[in-house]
């Protein structure tokens, strides 16, 4: 090869080359941002009342029902469940075994839940609150609550009654800073099925809740 041929080869070679360089670039579609779920406005719930520092943040679906130094309990238009904090020190249980008559809260309330007539045990097992150890304990009323229920227990200004078929769900913290809580669900009439969605729903309460020195 003579060198004018080889001289029109290298300038066909970088002709095609700068032809190729000059194309626009292909253009990348923009990664699309991921979809954040919006997350629920909470509101901080303090008691000013209630003799144990606490504080909880709801979801628009809960609402304050009562709160007074013994008893906070919590209501929602979603569930079929109520959830109560209850300081134990000075409530009255009814005994079924002596005609409701109404007795100090015991000292072993697992103990005493287990053995109570109203109350069937479906499941106990150890806990955890805001960092305080405690027993869960899960329950089904019998029909010696009765239809038109009956109270059995009794706070400072009101009284927890019981019905047929109404569940129960019970946390006991034995020493939340020298305090005895109980933590409790109840719900119905509704189903298993119900009465579980209510209880997940009131864990997630729960999971925000702060308890702080008296």
Same mark, same amino acid.
């Given at each position: 090869?003579?060198?004018?041929?080889?001289?029109?080869?290298?300038?066909?070679?970088?002709?095609?080359?700068?032809?190729?360089?000059?194309?626009?670039?292909?253009?990348?579609?923009?990664?699309?941002?991921?979809?954040?779920?919006?997350?629920?406005?909470?509101?901080?719930?303090?008691?000013?009342?209630?003799?144990?520092?606490?504080?909880?943040?709801? $979801?628009?679906?809960?609402?304050?029902?009562?709160?007074?130094?013994?008893?906070?309990?919590?209501?929602?238009?979603?569930?079929?469940?109520?959830?109560?904090?209850?300081?134990?020190?000075?409530?009255?249980?009814?005994d079924p075994k002596n005609s409701f008559t109404q007795v100090a809260f015991p000292d072993d309330f697992v103990t005493w839940i287990q053995e109570h007539g109203l109350f069937p045990i479906v499941k106990t097992q150890p806990v955890v609150v805001a960092g305080f150890q405690g027993t869960?304990?899960?329950?089904?009323?019998?029909?010696?609550? $009765?239809?038109?229920?009956?109270?059995?227990?009794?706070?400072?200004?009101?009284?927890?009654?019981?019905?047929?078929?109404?569940?129960?769900?019970?946390?006991?913290?034995?020493?939340?800073?020298?305090?005895?809580?109980?933590?409790?669900?109840?719900? $119905?009439?509704?189903?298993?099925?119900?009465?579980?969605? $209510?209880?997940?729903?009131?864990?997630?309460?729960?999971?925000?809740?702060?308890?702080?020195?008296?």
């Amino acid at each position: 090869m003579n060198t004018s041929k080889l001289l029109v080869s290298v300038l066909m070679l970088v002709s095609v080359l700068l032809t190729a360089c000059a194309q626009a670039p292909t253009a990348i579609p923009p990664t699309p941002a991921p979809t954040i779920a919006p997350t629920q406005d909470l509101t901080m719930f303090s008691s000013k009342t209630f003799k144990l520092p606490m504080s909880v943040s709801l $979801g628009s679906q809960w609402k304050v029902a009562e709160d007074y130094p013994d008893v906070v309990t919590l209501l929602s238009d979603d569930y079929y469940v109520d959830l109560a904090f209850i300081l134990v020190k000075d409530i009255k249980l009814a005994d079924p075994k002596n005609s409701f008559t109404q007795v100090a809260f015991p000292d072993d309330f697992v103990t005493w839940i287990q053995e109570h007539g109203l109350f069937p045990i479906v499941k106990t097992q150890p806990v955890v609150v805001a960092g305080f150890q405690g027993t869960e304990i899960n329950a089904i009323v019998t029909s010696d609550c $009765g239809v038109n229920k009956k109270s059995w227990l009794f706070y400072s200004s009101n009284a927890w009654n019981c019905r047929t078929d109404e569940y129960y769900h019970f946390i006991y913290l034995d020493n939340v800073y020298g305090e005895r809580l109980l933590i409790m669900n109840s719900g $119905g009439p509704a189903s298993e099925d119900d009465f579980k969605v $209510g209880v997940e729903a009131s864990q997630k309460v729960l999971d925000t809740v702060v308890f702080s020195k008296p």
